[in-house]
């Protein structure tokens, strides 16, 4: 039996309103699931990709360490650094117990650069540390980060894109990204390999407060591939 024209684009249509109500409620379904995650993120996002450099970089809150709330866009008309990180990583060790990271840290605050350290390990994982453990860590590796914010739930790390503790990016007082990728050039957990490396972070940060634009606006991150919630 051959179907009339007519019958024909009625069916056709039929199926993009179809496709159409699906999508929609595959939306739904994504910021449902997010809530339940305990989401906070706060502008329209892509569910399904990281931001690239260039792009708006997703607002969200999170909780730090000491029960602080954060919001990303509070800190509007500043740089902010985004650091993953995780004390049960051998490479996060390696940046921290040489004096690496506290020092990269402490370079951009000094400049008026927000730096959050943001750990997205789930907490049934073995090297998961409660806030305060977190807490007690970055202390004695005299870091100094503005916040060191909790993400158990991998809701942020996941919007980010985050694949690796470290995992850096950096945005500008508008909110864009302006670079993502590793803290320097040498991925190893050598500690002397530091001194040979070029800190992108260090670099980035020296290009764009100084009017200049990043070189190199996106690297290869390296370290322990972060434990998100499954």
């Not at 990271?101 to 907490?123: C, F, H, Y």
């Not at 202390?139 to 993400?151: C, E, F, N, R, W």
Request: charged letters at 20%.
């Amino acid at each position: 039996m051959t179907l009339s024209p007519t019958v024909d684009s009625r069916s056709l249509r039929a199926a993009r309103q179809a496709r159409a109500a699906l999508s929609r409620a595959s939306r739904r379904a994504v910021v449902a699931a997010a809530v339940a995650l305990g989401a906070t993120f706060l502008m329209g996002t892509n569910a399904f990709a990281a931001p690239a450099v260039g792009q708006q970089a997703p607002d969200f809150v999170a909780v730090d360490t000491t029960g602080a709330k954060h919001k990303l866009s509070d800190f509007a008309g500043k740089f902010v650094v985004l650091e993953w990180t995780n004390p049960g990583c051998p490479f996060v060790r390696k940046h921290y117990g040489s004096g690496n990271m506290p020092a990269t840290q402490k370079a951009a605050t000094d400049k008026g650069v927000v730096w959050l350290a943001i750990n997205s390990t789930e907490r049934a994982a073995s090297d998961y540390l409660k806030a305060d453990a977190l807490d007690a860590w970055m202390k004695s590796q005299k870091a100094a980060p503005t916040a060191v914010l909790m993400d158990e739930d991998g809701v942020i790390g996941q919007v980010y894109g985050a694949r690796t503790t470290p995992h850096i990016f950096i945005i500008d007082p508008k909110g864009t990204l302006v670079y993502a990728g590793g803290i320097d050039s040498i991925a190893s957990a050598r500690v002397d390999d530091i001194k040979t490396a070029t800190n992108y972070v260090n670099q980035a940060l020296g290009e764009v407060t100084g009017g200049k634009p990043v070189s190199m606006a996106s690297t290869r991150p390296y370290g322990c591939s972060i434990k998100y919630k499954s």
